[in-house]
């Protein structure tokens, strides 16, 4: 079974098998509902089952097969996976045991797939409104962030244009005061925020059956070394790793 994979503002949605990933952490928060054994380690402890892992905690997946969605934190379902969590590191998850049996292809909507698991935590949502960044307040941002959006079709905007000098005079304000502005709205700094947005890209292209240099170079990383060393630090793995499980020789 290969990973099919959804990409929408502010969720990165993978169902599949066979998820080996290393040590790694990211700003998203990572929803986790396997369909065979899975264990997942942080600190000294070993977690089976479906879980809610927190932002910017350092982890390890070993799982058969299932679901795996990265959720913004400032998302309209991050935001309510933030209040489940309760500033809590991990959070177990009743095991459902309703997953369908019929794998999702690319073309389906993954909402029906995920409705037990959606209805199980209380969260009364669909995929296509976690665009709504709920918690931010600010016009300016709420604008970059739209721009940003952009780039998820595959088309991505080189990264010479979210230099943050550059994106602070399209704003209308100094370069300190969009950094601080950005990283008190976001709750992350601007520079790793579009690391992370440009390492989607480059997912997003290699779903498009681009090769990993391809992918760096449309999403504006200086070769594809750059780009795995970058997915690794973020997913636990290679972005070559990645590309034999999406998109095998």
């Not at 073309?107 to 995920?114: I, K, M, Q, S």
């Not at 000098?165 to 925020?193: D, T």
Request: hydrophobic share 45%.
């Amino acid at each position: 079974m290969l990973p099919t994979v959804w990409i929408k503002p502010g969720i990165l949605i993978i169902y599949g098998a066979a998820f080996d990933a290393a040590n790694h952490k990211h700003n998203a928060i990572q929803l986790i509902w396997p369909a065979g054994k899975s264990i997942c380690q942080f600190e000294d402890k070993k977690i089976a089952g479906p879980l809610i892992i927190s932002s910017q905690i350092t982890h390890q997946l070993h799982m058969e097969a299932g679901w795996v969605l990265l959720i913004e934190p400032q998302s309209k379902l991050g935001q309510q996976l933030l209040g489940l969590l309760a500033q809590e590191s991990v959070v177990c998850i009743a095991d459902l045991n309703v997953l369908s049996a019929a794998a999702p292809k690319q073309e389906d909507d993954p909402v029906p797939f995920l409705s037990p698991l959606f209805s199980e935590l209380g969260l009364d949502i669909s995929l296509s409104e976690t665009d709504n960044f709920t918690s931010i307040s600010d016009k300016r941002i709420q604008r970059l962030l739209s721009n940003l959006d952009q780039c998820l079709p595959g088309d991505c905007i080189k990264p010479i244009a979210w230099r943050a000098g550059e994106v602070a005079m399209q704003l209308g304000l100094s370069e300190s005061r969009f950094l601080h502005l950005f990283s008190e709205q976001m709750g992350i700094a601007w520079r790793p925020y579009l690391l992370w947005r440009r390492t989607i890209c480059a997912v997003s292209a290699i779903t498009q059956g681009k090769s990993a240099t391809e992918a760096a170079h449309l999403a504006g990383f200086s070769d594809s070394s750059h780009l795995s060393r970058t997915f690794r630090s973020l997913f636990g793995m290679s972005i070559r790793e990645a590309k034999s499980l999406i998109q095998p020789e």
